[in-house]
Nanobody, 124 residues
Framework: QVQLLESGGGLAQAGDSLSVSCAAS????????MAWFRQSPGKEREFVAG????????LYGDFVKGRFIISRGNALGTIVLQMNNLRPEDTAIYYC?????????????????WGRGTQVTVSS
């Protein structure tokens, strides 16, 4: 079992930066795959960014276009999503997701564990 705890997010204006963090606890953290998804009202859950803890590369959703950066935190199983040049359309609940049984992928169905989500609101 893995538990995920999100922090960060909040209110921002267009063009601002925000970060959200996720800390995983539990088993098999050295081979965990962690990702951020987001969901706004009336829309499907959307892949934002992800990485494999023991892998070399990160994966980003097409809409990111260099504005967001996902990185490993100092502690095992901690990731940080740095969001720059925020836009009103980035407004959503951001969810941390994880799996220890899959490759890094954009499909939410591949992730076994989910955080409760943290709200990001960007005003114009």
């Amino acid at each position: 079992q893995v538990q995920l705890l999100e922090s960060g997010g909040g209110l921002a204006q267009a063009g601002d930066s925000l970060s959200v963090s996720c800390a995983a606890s539990g088993r098999a953290l050295n081979r965990i795959v962690m990702a951020w998804f987001r969901q706004s009202p009336g829309k499907e859950r959307e892949f934002v960014a992800g990485l494999r803890w023991n892998g070399p590369a990160a994966l980003y959703g097409d809409f990111v276009k260099g504005r967001f950066i996902i990185s490993r935190g100092n502690a095992l199983g901690t990731i940080v999503l740095q969001m720059n040049n925020l836009r009103p359309e980035d407004t959503a609940i951001y969810y941390c997701a994880a799996t220890t049984n899959s490759f890094l992928t954009v499909g939410p169905e591949s992730y076994d564990y989910w955080g409760r989500g943290t709200q990001v609101t960007v005003s114009s």
